[in-house]
């Protein structure tokens, strides 16, 4: 059940962070302060799924990495927490902020700083996330090239 939970809860996770990113970034070139003020709003609503499939993201792996802590699995483990530490310190609390400025309209040069710093540390948790999507692959075998001259 772990073996599937596990990637599941994963894809759920990248998926809903790629989408927070896209969404603030399109709603950004978009120009229009209603879009940003959409997403920015909805964003907050969306940790009530983002959080759980990150919970039970951790909580199969650790269940399932069965206190080893080498290899990949300490590189996993090790990019986990930099990738919960950046989501509690910087992007839950900035995407609050920025869900309360866009909604009194305040679209100052606080909010575009903040703005900038939510789109760098989301950007850097998807690459860690994705590496260790990559790496968990390596693990299980999945994708594994096969030689053009094995017979």
Do not use: C
Not at 5 to 32: K, R
Not at 94 to 104: G, H, M, R, V
């Amino acid at each position: 059940m772990k073996k599937r939970i596990h990637p599941i809860a994963g894809a759920v996770a990248i998926l809903t962070i790629a989408t927070f990113w896209l969404s603030t970034a399109f709603s950004e070139l978009s120009g229009s302060d209603s879009a940003v003020v959409a997403v920015k709003t909805a964003i907050p609503w969306g940790f009530l799924l983002l959080l759980p499939a990150l919970v039970a993201t951790g909580g199969s792996g650790f269940s399932l990495a069965k206190g080893r802590s080498g290899g990949l699995i300490g590189a996993k483990l090790n990019r986990m927490a930099f990738i919960a530490a950046n989501g509690l310190l910087v992007l839950i609390p900035s995407a609050l902020f920025l869900a309360s400025k866009a909604k009194a309209g305040e679209f100052d040069v606080l909010f575009y700083t903040v703005q900038a710093l939510e789109l760098i540390a989301g950007a850097v948790n998807l690459t860690l996330l994705g590496l260790n999507m990559r790496d968990g692959f390596k693990m299980t075998g999945r994708f594994k090239r096969r030689s053009v001259y094995a017979l």
